[in-house]
């Protein structure tokens, strides 16, 4: 019992509205028989999320029959949040915090009037964090401000990929299939002729990130832990808002890669734990063998840092992703059968934008010609390299490339295997 109103309260102060919603079904439907009516009816109002504020009159009056103190305690909550929310929209977070303060003090004390015995130390740890829940409404607030203004489409995709994994072709032909890319293109290159299908501007916002968390694209470093919180964060959202209100204004479905989600798409969680815009993700998942290679010919990094970047990224990517839409699609796949790949992203992702109609020929933009890389000359390239004391990543790297490409019908499978593997590339990481 405590356990549950443990869990709904971290998601709460964490603003995983998103979350609450599926874990409200669940009590709604009464599958925790360890709790009293009254203690369900109240965990099942604190699921419901003050963002939206579409709360269920039902509830409240259900809740006043059995405990109309409880019930008071949740609307004086309520109230407390209502007058935060208030505050965030005239940008004013020091009184917003205040208010959360309030809002959460009255929740805390309903749950013991209920029975509910929370621990003084869990108490204090989820009040000492309410400023991060405060940065995280901020930028809800701003999200669904834009939503209400018709300024943004509710329906978002994000491409992620290692860097070289094939994520510029398959975003590419998912604009060619109909789906908006941004305006600000990144031109073309000789490394990538047909074009890198990202924006500048918001490339040029993930650096920065990484640059204010003292971090890079070329780093394995973990980002500082709750990082998504920090004011840095909220800057970066609130920057990346007005771009992709800019940028896809009239759109009814973008496409959004960089590569660099990989490691910042948790920063993201405020927008994908609202409840209010419907996120999915494409992975473009390449073998680590050719990424490194083409990295090491494209930048000048090493095969080792290749590897653990490769590592790094796809399990940052599968992480941050498993409760969300998503596909994975394998860069051979790409290359040998545009079509097979095309059909499995546009199943998902047609299923909320029906009105989506190929503009050119998609399949006819993917150039089979693209891999330019071959898995067995990398034992070559790292004796040239002095490098033959990679075994172990190498290893570790075809596992987890193996373990993707072969589990995606089993997530649960996928994220416990990943999981292990993790903490072997924690040990053999440079």
């Not at 808002?241 to 660099?260: Q, Y």
């Not at 996120?279 to 390449?286: D, E, M, N, V």
């Not at 040239?384 to 373990?403: C, F, M, P, R, S």
Request: a neutral charge; glycine letters at 4%.
């Amino acid at each position: 019992m405590i356990n549950k109103y443990s869990q709904v309260l971290d998601l709460y102060t964490t603003g995983s509205w998103r979350s609450l919603k599926a874990l409200r079904k669940k009590l709604i439907n009464n599958e925790y028989k360890e709790l009293s009516s009254t203690q369900l009816l109240l965990l099942a109002g604190i699921c419901e999320s003050p963002i939206d504020a579409n709360y269920s009159p039902e509830l409240i009056e259900r809740l006043r029959q059995e405990n109309p103190i409880a019930a008071l305690g949740l609307l004086i909550s309520r109230a407390s949040m209502a007058h935060a929310i208030a505050k965030l929209i005239k940008h004013d977070t020091y009184s917003a915090k205040e208010y959360i303060d309030s809002s959460l003090a009255a929740l805390l004390a309903t749950i013991d009037l209920v029975g509910v015995r929370i621990s003084e130390k869990k108490k204090k740890r989820l009040l000492n964090g309410t400023a991060n829940l405060s940065n995280c409404m901020y930028s809800q607030i701003g999200l669904k401000q834009t939503l209400l203004q018709d300024k943004f489409p509710h329906h978002l995709t994000f491409v992620l990929g290692m860097h070289r994994s094939g994520t510029s072709a398959l975003t590419g032909m998912l604009a060619h299939a109909g789906f908006s890319a941004p305006k600000d293109l990144m031109p073309a290159t000789t490394r990538n002729s047909k074009g890198y299908w990202e924006s500048t501007r918001i490339m040029e916002a993930n650096n920065a990130l990484l640059n204010s968390l003292s971090s890079h694209w070329t780093t394995t470093v973990k980002l500082p832990e709750h990082w998504i919180y920090t004011e840095q964060a909220r800057f970066w959202r609130e920057s990346l808002l007005n771009f992709f209100r800019e940028d896809f204004a009239s759109s009814h479905h973008p496409i959004i890669k960089d590569p660099r989600f990989c490691l910042l798409i948790e920063g993201l969680q405020p927008w994908l734990e609202s409840g209010l815009i419907h996120p999915s993700f494409i992975i473009a998942i390449r073998d680590p063998s050719e990424v490194v290679q083409s990295l090491k010919k494209a930048e000048n990094i090493s095969i080792s840092r290749g590897l653990s970047l490769w590592i790094a990224y796809n399990l940052k990517a599968i992480e941050e992703t498993h409760l969300f839409e998503r596909r994975i699609i394998d860069y051979h796949q790409l290359l040998e059968s545009p079509s097979v790949a095309l059909a499995s992203c546009s199943e998902m992702l047609t299923s909320n934008s029906s009105n989506c109609t190929f503009t050119t020929d998609p399949i006819g933009f993917i150039d089979p010609l693209l891999c330019n890389q071959n898995p067995l000359k990398l034992d070559n390239e790292r004796i040239e390299a002095g490098e033959e004391n990679t075994d172990e990543l190498v290893e570790l790297a075809q596992t987890v490339y193996k373990i993707i490409i072969h589990s995606q019908g089993n997530p649960e499978f996928l994220e416990d295997s990943l999981k292990r593997l993790e903490y072997m590339f924690l040990a053999a990481r440079i």
